[in-house]
T-cell receptor, first 115, second 113 residues
Framework: NAGVTQTPKFRVLKTGQSMTLLCAQD?????MYWYRQDPGMGLRLIHY???????AKGEVPDGYNVSRLKKQNFLLGLESAAPSQTSVYFC??????????????FGPGTRLTVL | QQPVQSPQAVILREGEDAVINCSSS?????VHWYRQKHGEAPVFLMI???GGEQKGHDKISASFNEKKQQSSLYLTASQLSYSGTYFC??????????????WGLGTSLAVNP
């Protein structure tokens, strides 16, 4: 099992460019999350999904869009990148119920720099 | 709404104990604890549900005081491998269906030989 994987691992963008971050999980998890982590700010939830075809806003959704067309994939899009979006982005997933309910499995992260 | 973690940082010698606290002003359904090493992703430690339970494995344990809306993480006989930043994530509400975690800012723990 690969667990949670993220593509790409690193990316440098110019202001105004767009990109999509891909998160994939092979654990059949219902829930998936996108976080950003900045120095001294902890983890902040951008968007999350409780199932295929459904998404919801988190704490800091502005400037981002998401889609979950397949259960195993959760995409994060930046339509027009800004320097304030320079951050490390983590994807996570978890089961909906059962003994392992709530435990979030994290991907390795994507380090994004916007110039 | 964001939980408050204390202390912000702690330095230990190998074998010493530490306590990290996580407090919320809102009613909590659960508290989640994770450890993150530098340059890596957070790794799950444990979840505590409301009801005041205490959980643990090996030399790391935690408690959840529902009345105080506070959780404490106990690290006993610390090892070098315990070094990292510890985050608590809190889930609010009564039914635990929210599934959104609000995270604290973290506690940096350094264990020296």
């Amino acid at each position: 099992n690969a667990g949670v994987t993220q593509t790409p691992k690193f990316r440098v963008l110019k202001t105004g460019q767009s990109m999509t971050l891909l998160c994939a999980q092979d654990m059949n998890h219902e829930y998936m999350y996108w976080y950003r982590q900045d120095p001294g700010m902890g983890l902040r939830l951008i968007h999350y999904s409780v199932g295929e075809g459904t998404t919801a806003k988190g704490e800091v959704p502005d400037g981002y869009n998401v889609s979950r067309l397949k259960k195993q994939n959760f995409l994060l899009g930046l339509e027009s990148a800004a320097p304030s979006q320079t951050s490390v982005y983590f994807c996570a997933s978890s089961y909906k119920s059962g003994r392992a309910r709530g435990e979030q499995f994290f991907g390795p992260g994507t380090r994004l720099t916007v110039l | 709404q964001q939980p408050v973690q204390s202390p912000q940082a702690v330095i230990l010698r190998e074998g010493e104990d530490a306590v990290i606290n996580c407090s919320s002003s809102k009613a909590l359904y659960s508290v989640h604890w994770y450890r993150q090493k530098h340059g890596e992703a957070p790794v799950f430690l444990m979840i505590l549900l409301k009801g005041g339970e205490q959980k643990g494995h090996d030399k790391i344990s935690a408690s959840f005081n529902e009345k105080k809306q506070q959780s404490s993480l106990y690290l006993t006989a610390s090892q070098l491998s315990y070094s990292g930043t510890y985050f608590c994530g809190t889930e609010m509400g009564n039914a635990g269906n929210n599934r959104k975690l609000i995270w604290g800012l973290g506690t940096s723990l350094a264990v020296n030989p």
